[in-house]
């Protein structure tokens, strides 16, 4: 199937730079000792085979794995237009799991930055293709407003260095749903949790800062931030935090 690209609708703005004042304590997440993995769904409400994806990656517990629900653009033309489409989100898609030729489809699920095939035993491995990677440090800060203000402090392990290491930012949503009117799921109702709405990156470690504009439909409430580091040649993601956005309300 051919990938055509529009103009993203997100609205996402990234600035880089520093922020300064103080941060709201109850912000400031950081990475557990353990490697934290992030499991990637990219998906389409114009995806016949797509829905049982989402449902899921309902399931995923924030204490078993960060989810993210990247949806692409390129089934649009199929006769329905899905809300929370980008197509920087299905450019990511292509340069995560598209290298060396190989076909992008949905829905398809990314492990730790490497494709996952075996996802819909709905068994997360123990072992992933991370886990001989270093595990840095993690330090996310939060403070809360649209666009939200970020900054992520790293601590690489022994084996990395900021040359190959980079880091990116997200704002998902969860209970999110969609009356589909035309294409493959005309008539369905479906539901979405970690729908990433908002993104940003890749940021040089040294200057992992940033402010991410949302779309003001966003529920607080149900929105978290996550942050993660990822090599840029092997795509391979070493360490994760998230954060409720909720809980960094201003006191």
């Not at 992933?128 to 939200?148: K, T």
């Not at 260095?161 to 880091?167: C, E, F, I």
Request: glycine share 6%.
């Amino acid at each position: 199937m051919a990938i055509r690209y529009h103009k993203t609708r997100l609205g996402l703005m990234i600035y880089m730079s520093f922020f300064a004042g103080a941060v709201n304590a109850a912000c400031v997440a950081q990475s557990p000792e353990a490697q934290q993995k992030v499991i990637e769904l990219y998906t389409s409400e114009g995806c016949s085979s797509c829905p049982p994806a989402d449902h899921w990656m309902s399931l995923i517990k924030p204490q078993a794995a960060i989810a993210l629900a990247f949806h692409v653009d390129y089934w649009d033309s199929s006769g329905w237009r899905d809300r929370f489409d980008s197509p920087r989100y299905t450019a990511r898609q292509r340069d995560l799991l598209g290298r060396n030729g190989q076909t992008i489809y949905t829905p398809e699920v990314a492990l730790n930055g490497k494709e996952w095939q075996g996802w819909s035993s709905g068994k997360v491995p123990k072992t992933d293709p991370a886990a001989s990677v270093s595990i840095p440090s993690l330090s996310l800060q939060v403070e809360p407003g649209n666009p939200v203000q970020l900054t992520l402090q790293t601590q690489l392990g022994t084996n990395q260095n900021d040359k190959t290491w980079r880091a990116y930012f997200a704002i998902t949503e969860d209970d999110l749903h969609t009356a589909v009117k035309a294409g493959e799921n005309r008539g369905k109702e479906l539901k979405h949790d970690h729908v990433v709405r908002a993104f940003g990156g890749p940021y040089a470690l040294d200057k992992a800062s940033a402010k991410l504009d949302f779309p003001a439909n966003v529920s607080v409430q149900n929105a978290t931030v996550v942050a993660f580091v990822q090599n840029t040649e092997t795509g391979v993601i070493a360490q994760a935090v998230q954060q409720p956005l909720q809980s960094c309300a201003v006191n």
